[in-house]
Nanobody
Framework: QLQFVESGGGLVQSGDSLRLSCAAR????????IGWFRQAPGKEREGVSSISTRGPQTNVADSVKGRFTISRDNAKNTVYLQMNSLKPEDTAVYYC?????????????????????WGQGTQVTVSS
């Protein structure tokens, strides 16, 4: 069964850093472009970043540009989201999602409609 598992969330203070992980269980992550999304209470899900299967191409939302970095280690079957200079408005449940693609240079748009498979999410809470 294809499964994405997010981890690394927690409670931090404003200005701190966290690194989220998205692990693939039961399949090979290299076949999937990956996106990170987040959903704050009472708000719609928002795209954060995406990365191509081999990692050279990425997209980053303006709201996190310069603070968040997406990367992947296909040997470890894991995609990461490094989050620096966290702000209270970054508080949300963070999800990773995958789109199967044979194009290693394609980083999908950060639009939830193009992703086929989703994890259960990990909570990030940033206190002021």
């Amino acid at each position: 069964q294809l499964q994405f598992v997010e981890s690394g969330g927690g409670l931090v203070q404003s200005g701190d850093s966290l690194r989220l992980s998205c692990a693939a269980r039961g399949f090979t992550l290299v076949d999937y472009a990956i996106g990170w999304f987040r959903q704050a209470p009472g708000k719609e899900r928002e795209g954060v970043s995406s990365i191509s299967t081999r990692g050279p191409q990425t997209n980053v939302a303006d709201s996190v540009k310069g603070r968040f970095t997406i990367s992947r280690d296909n040997a470890k079957n894991t995609v990461y989201l490094q989050m620096n200079s966290l702000k209270p408005e970054d508080t949300a449940v963070y999800y990773c999602a995958g789109q199967k693609t044979g194009n290693s240079w394609y980083a999908p748009p950060i639009d939830e409609r193009v992703y086929e498979h989703w994890g259960q999410g990990t909570q990030v809470t940033v206190s002021s």
